[in-house]
């Protein structure tokens, strides 16, 4: 980066996981007390990068101490807490919002006024990080660009209604129809949430919201279902629309790669966030993330994006903070075999191009 050159980029780590899915409790309890498997997605990218970037240019703060039910792979003194209602407990008791306040304090107290990158497993710290570098420039400074399969501006409320229904209609979906945690749930901040608890609280102007690669867009049918849980699903994606947040999905950006650089170079705030959840190349070489129900982009169409936020950067943008979120320690190097795997080394590919190739 041209601009902001005194300053450094300084990598945090937190890899609270308190996903309270079947899936990922079950791997879990597998992998409980396993040695020799990396806990922490920012031992996996940190590992590559101190072989391969500029010592020069960046450095280390170590990770966020955590509980031990609530990393990646627990010991085995913390089985009795490896269970659906404990997490489910902990997400709608605001566990989640917790944590992400205590990201955005350590990068007020020990990284700003230097850019901060955090490397994280759940996407909702991303909140965190982005709320208090709000308020260490001002709201509209900083716009927020975000890679993502998932839109992550849905309350849980809207969402469980949208699964319920699905349950319902749709013999062949994967949603557990046993599952009680899908009812009478309150609306909790979490990895689903963040960005709508953001702009409701006007931290984030919709006009600085950027979504880049969605795979949920409701499809042209659903506009025009009935259903009330449906209905309210699918409002809400035309409310962000109508409120100014720009949305483009992973075909928008299949058909004109060229329409997504341009919507980029129109960024007017002085500052970015650049948020990356990692599902974004979901089964695409990129299996270490706990979200692969839909298949992301290739290696290839990753770079491009990056390559036109590189130029928002070279061009007089300059970055607040960036993140990378949503890994899956489990499967990322672990028992997938490295050459079918790449989430770290994409990862630490997508960090060298943003901030130090050009």
Request: charged share 25%; with cysteine.
């Amino acid at each position: 980066m041209h601009n902001d050159s005194k300053k450094k980029i300084i990598f945090l780590g937190c890899p609270l996981d308190g996903d309270e899915r079947h899936d990922s409790i079950q791997e879990k309890l597998a992998l409980k007390g396993a040695r020799g498997v990396l806990d922490d997605p920012y031992d996996g990218i940190m590992e590559i990068l101190r072989q391969e970037a500029d010592p020069d240019l960046w450095i280390e703060r170590g990770s966020i101490d955590l509980p031990g039910w609530l990393r990646p792979i627990p010991s085995i003194s913390d089985q009795q807490k490896i269970t659906t209602k404990t997490f489910v407990d902990f997400m709608d008791q605001g566990g989640y919002e917790s944590y992400a306040r205590q990201v955005g304090d350590l990068i007020a107290s020990k990284i700003f006024p230097d850019i901060p990158c955090l490397l994280a497993v759940d996407h909702s710290l991303t909140g965190g990080a982005f709320k208090k570098l709000v308020e260490l420039y001002k709201p509209k400074d900083v716009s927020l660009v975000v890679l993502d399969s998932h839109t992550d501006a849905i309350p849980m409320s809207v969402m469980a209604g949208m699964i319920q229904y699905d349950i319902e209609t749709n013999p062949e979906t994967v949603h557990d129809r046993n599952d009680p945690f899908l009812y009478d749930r309150p609306d909790s901040y979490n990895a689903s949430s963040f960005l709508y608890y953001l702009l409701a609280e006007g931290v984030l102007k919709p006009q600085n919201l950027y979504l880049i690669g969605i795979n949920d867009y409701p499809p042209k049918h659903a506009f025009r279902i009935k259903d009330p849980r449906i209905k309210n699903y699918v409002n809400l994606f035309s409310e962000l629309k109508r409120r100014g947040v720009t949305l483009l999905t992973k075909n928008d950006f299949l058909v004109s790669p060229s329409k997504i650089k341009n919507i980029l170079t129109q960024i007017q705030s002085p500052y970015v966030y650049i948020s990356i959840d990692m599902d974004i190349g979901a089964r695409n070489g990129v299996e270490g993330v706990r979200f692969l129900e839909r298949q992301g982009m290739n290696e290839i169409q990753i770079y491009r994006l990056i390559e036109f936020l590189r130029t928002l950067l070279w061009n007089g943008i300059r970055l607040a903070g960036m993140d990378l979120t949503e890994f899956n320690p489990r499967r990322a190097l672990s028992y997938i075999p490295p050459r079918e795997d790449q989430t770290y080394r994409i990862g630490a590919n997508i960090i060298k191009k943003l901030l130090w190739e050009r």
